[in-house]
């Protein structure tokens, strides 16, 4: 799990690098790194959800994803409880930027494939590619957000040892180099914009409460491989 311990630590360095930055920074500044984190994050989401629809073995999955995941999650209330809790330790509006960093970081081919093909090849070019981006990523989001943005660290880690762990006990691991992780990249990818509205201010589409709709297509691809 080299890669993915090297990825950990690109961001929580990129997050102090950044903090050390956002002590001297104006006002006026702050608000320009929030404009772009905002657009960036729409960019990204777009370019996620439009590279990976052609490759979509059932392209209305996604929208029974956002519909079921966006019921359980206002059911449990994520958005609420989560942004309450970070809002009491870091600060209003912290919550929308590790929302919007732990999908940037955690969603894509990298880290999804990276770990895969670290634990069934050993090879980890794809980690470390994503370490390179993730350093400077979160050198942008800790400079906007703060200190806070550390916790991002443990989710990414969290998130790419499942995979890795998944890769090292499946007997089939194909799907995890190929349609789910599509699957996974346009629900991911419309999960981004829906942060990058935040963001902007646009819309309060309560982002967390959709989170659950990620767990949706790996649900469906267990069960079809059942059958």
Do not use: H
């Not at 019921?71 to 994520?78: F, R």
């Not at 906007?144 to 007997?171: D, E, H, N, R």
């Amino acid at each position: 799990m080299i890669g993915t311990i090297v990825n950990t630590a690109c961001i929580i360095i990129g997050t102090l690098v950044g903090t050390l930055f956002k002590k001297g920074l104006d006002e006026k500044y702050s608000k320009v790194l929030f404009n772009a984190m905002g657009l960036a994050s729409l960019a990204l989401g777009a370019n996620a959800f439009v590279a990976n629809m052609p490759k979509s073995e059932y392209p209305v999955l996604f929208i029974l994803s956002l519909a079921i995941g966006g019921l359980v999650g206002t059911a449990l209330d994520l958005d609420g409880r989560v942004n309450a809790f970070i809002s009491r330790k870091g600060g209003e509006g912290l919550a929308k930027g590790l929302t919007t960093a732990c999908l940037l970081y955690c969603i894509g081919t990298f880290s999804i494939v990276g770990p895969v093909l670290s634990a069934l090849k050993g090879d980890n070019t794809f980690l470390f590619t994503n370490s390179t981006l993730d350093l400077v990523t979160s050198m942008v989001f800790a400079t906007t957000y703060g200190i806070g943005m550390i916790f991002a660290a443990p989710v990414l880690f969290c998130w790419q040892g499942m995979f890795y762990l998944i890769a090292k006990l499946a007997s089939d691991s194909t799907l995890l180099q190929g349609p789910l992780v599509s699957e996974l990249s346009i629900v991911g990818g419309v999960l981004i914009i829906s942060s990058g509205l935040s963001i902007l201010k646009i819309k309060d589409c309560k982002t967390l409460n959709f989170l659950p709709a990620l767990l949706v297509p790996v649900l469906w691809y267990l069960v079809k491989g059942l059958f």
